[in-house]
């Protein structure tokens, strides 16, 4: 398994501002993931981050929203820019060490836009 | 508390009993299944998982059932004790050219009542 964390692990924003959240995994794995749970909802797959070149995002998400880098095998950070209300949720972060493996989760940031 | 299962069903099982949350899932090509346990305020563990080979997975305390023909799982949770009071999401895998994608059902709140 892999011990992932995320910073923040909440915040309250205002609206129009933008938030960068970083993800960093113990040990190197091959794919990250950027997930969305708004309030009493599942979770929504936002983007993967793939490492030395551009995320792929989902339908309904776009890179200007959610700029998302991943500069090496062990760290990721997604943006929520241009906040507003609907952006309150929590954002989580994934990774699988190989293919064939379990994805494991941080503990997720939970956002508020007010 | 966080908002995680507020708008979720919910069974409520008698601490000792057995429980069973069901799962239907939507892609016939799915090839590899997990459940997941959320408690509040974190993110989510890895309960067990299922390769679509088979129809039966036994951990400690939990078994997964599979039936590919009506696409549907199930975790059955033996003797539930109050620390298995969470929200259980079924995810389901497939492999797309870009990477795993795993999309996540519903969830189910499970309240263990003392």
Redesign the interface.
């Known amino acids: 398994s892999a011990v992932i964390s995320q910073k923040p692990s909440r915040d309250i924003c205002q609206r129009g501002t933008s938030l960068t959240i970083q993800c960093q995994v113990d040990s190197q794995v091959t794919m990250m993931f950027w997930y969305r749970q708004q309030p009493g909802q599942s979770l929504t797959l936002i983007a993967t981050a793939n490492q030395g070149s551009e995320a792929t995002y989902e339908s309904g998400f776009v890179i200007d929203k959610f700029p998302i880098s991943r500069p090496n095998l062990t760290f990721s950070t997604l943006t929520v820019s241009n906040m507003s209300p609907e952006d309150s949720s929590i954002y989580l972060c994934s990774a699988e060490k190989t293919v064939t493996d379990t994805q494991y989760f941080g503990p997720g940031t939970r956002l508020t836009v007010l | 508390g ?7 069903p919910t069974l409520s099982v008698q601490e000792g009993d057995n429980s069973i949350i069901n799962c239907a899932y939507s892609n016939s090509a799915s090839d590899y299944f ?1 459940w ?1 346990k959320q408690e509040s305020g ?5 309960i067990i ?1 299922i390769r679509s080979n088979m129809d039966k997975r036994q951990g400690q305390r939990v078994t997964v059932l599979l039936n590919k023909t009506v696409k549907h799982l199930s975790l059955q949770i033996a003797a539930t004790q109050p620390g298995d009071s969470a929200v259980y ?1 079924c ?1 389901e895998n497939w ?1 797309a050219a ?10 189910t709140r499970v309240l263990v009542k003392p």
């Open positions: 966080e908002s995680v299962g507020l708008h979720l997990i997941y974190k993110g989510p563990q890895f998982d999401f995810a492999r870009a990477g795993n994608k795993l999309t996540f059902g519903g969830g």
